[in-house]
């Protein structure tokens, strides 16, 4: 990790930030943001020519003790680019115009009226509101754990959190409220009952409320109650029943949320399709147990010495997340069925990822709970960044076009061998590479520990690129020619 790195990492990303009143021209904060969500080109949009005009203030210091002028003229350096690119970054989910592809999931950040109002405001396209049930929930405290990296951020996250708590009414009435006040946004209700009257009544009152879309919730991992949640997820004949009442119950667009906790997502998806769903939203958080406290030793979170296996979210999701939307739309059973990209997505590029693979639309939770709503200004900035430099006039243009890449092992070339090179100027001689490759990989690095260089064995090398990845200080890169095994 270089300086630039750990300066931005030692940033509270603080509310109504202090830093804020130091410069004139220039919002540290705003900057410092858009480089922790990886939006470094984004960043190099805020600086102005003259940021280091300070105000006249003594007492306007930054709390983190960062040292921001140095970040500052390390962002000044980038090459500026417009910030108000031309770009059509609206999409879709089933048929359904959103202004941008970023939608709130259903969780307990759009669970009542403010919170919804707040993240539309913001520039969110659209909520998918907390899940609505007719039955009584109560939740455990604490509920939440998490596993941080060293700068304090979230790594992974673990929820034992069930549903809204509000009344069926109460939540039919913020809906109405809701799509009354916002008629451009997008405003889904998140539904599960327990058999298939529950559904199909819960879909005709939701429907009587003026809402786009109604979401299926199959997946939840939480649930107090048997046959509910991602049991229902688990077993294809009763998605299909259960879509099937909802169905009875509403002509509005449906989508069947699926749980990862199963081998093959593909057969409940296909059964909802059967069962008249519009579209799947892919995935619910993922069971887990984390965190078993030493000094209690009871895992996190510990409600009085007990603890459930529950749903876990965040970064360390997302390529579980990726697997499974990529087999969804890669699916021949599931053409033409609308997929709703969930799991570990906190950047634009994450979200671009997702469309890649051929997701029209995301949804996200767990950034907005460690980070706020405010994330939503670099998702979309970084989204029309990315289209500008990549020439894309629109997001149709490249939703899907990465999922051709993705093939069956038994078509994977494997008749050539790409070598690491070794960029010695770059290299400090701490011989992590050839650790690794020893202890690792297929010990095909010497190393002299007087000249303190790797020099790489070609006889020995199978091209796996361990090295390049653990290096500390990017040295290693890839040669260009191939070497064939034939």
Not at 162 to 184: G, M, V
Not at 351 to 374: H, W
Not at 440 to 463: Q, T
Request: charged share 30%; proline share 4%.
């Amino acid at each position: 990790m270089n300086k630039l790195e750990f300066e931005i990492h030692k940033c509270a990303l603080c509310y109504d930030a202090p830093c804020k009143k130091i410069y004139k021209n220039v919002d540290p904060e705003r900057i410092i943001r858009a480089l922790r969500l990886d939006n470094s080109k984004g960043a190099s949009t805020f600086i102005q020519n003259n940021f280091l005009e300070k105000n006249d203030t003594s007492s306007a210091k930054c709390p983190c003790d960062v040292d921001i002028e140095y970040i500052l003229k390390s962002v000044a350096k980038e090459t500026k680019l417009e910030k108000n690119c031309e770009v059509d970054i609206s999409t879709h989910i089933c048929e359904i115009k959103l202004e941008n592809p970023f939608l709130l999931s259903s969780s307990i950040v759009g669970s009542n009226y403010d919170k919804c109002k707040r993240a539309l405001e913001a520039g969110w396209a659209g909520v998918v509101f907390k899940t609505i049930c007719p039955f009584d929930i109560h939740e455990a405290s604490p509920r939440f754990s998490v596993l941080k990296d060293w700068d304090n951020s979230f790594t992974g996250f673990k929820n034992i959190e069930q549903l809204s708590e509000h009344s069926l009414e109460e939540d039919c009435e913020i809906l109405k409220k809701l799509k009354k006040e916002f008629p451009k946004k997008v405003i889904i209700a998140s539904i599960m009952g327990r058999n298939e009257e529950e559904w199909e009544m819960i879909s005709r009152k939701i429907t009587e409320t003026g809402c786009d879309a109604i979401e299926l919730n199959f997946s939840c991992p939480n649930m107090e109650l048997s046959g509910t949640g991602s049991d229902v997820g688990q077993d294809p004949e009763t998605v299909k029943r259960y879509t099937e009442a909802a169905r009875r119950g509403t002509s509005l667009p449906l989508i069947a949320k699926m749980t990862p906790n199963i081998t093959d997502i593909k057969l409940p998806a296909r059964a909802a399709k059967e069962g008249g769903a519009n579209g799947i939203s892919a995935i619910n958080t993922i069971k887990s147990i984390t965190n078993i406290s030493f000094d209690t030793l009871v895992p996190e979170p510990d409600v009085n010495g007990k603890t459930s296996i529950g749903g876990y979210s965040g970064r360390a999701v997302k390529p579980i997340a990726l697997k499974f939307v990529t087999e969804l739309t890669t699916d021949e059973q599931l053409e033409n069925m609308n997929i709703s990209g969930i799991g570990g997505i906190y950047t634009y590029k994450d979200a671009i990822e997702f469309l890649l693979l051929g997701a029209t639309n995301v949804q996200l939770t767990t950034a907005v709970m460690e980070y706020g709503y405010r994330i939503i200004d670099d998702l979309i900035l970084g989204l029309k960044i990315f289209m500008q430099e990549n020439g894309f006039k629109k997001t149709s243009d490249f939703i899907g076009i990465s999922k051709k890449c993705v093939v069956d092992s038994d078509k994977m070339e494997r008749d050539t061998i790409l070598f690491p090179k070794f960029n010695y100027d770059k290299c400090v001689g701490c011989g992590r590479c050839f650790i690794s490759c020893k202890d690792g990989g297929h010990s095909a690095i010497k190393f002299d520990s007087n000249i303190r260089k790797p020099v790489l064995d070609g006889s020995k090398c199978v091209g796996c690129h361990l090295c390049k990845l653990v290096c500390p200080n990017n040295a290693i890169s890839t040669v260009e020619k191939r070497i064939s095994k034939k």
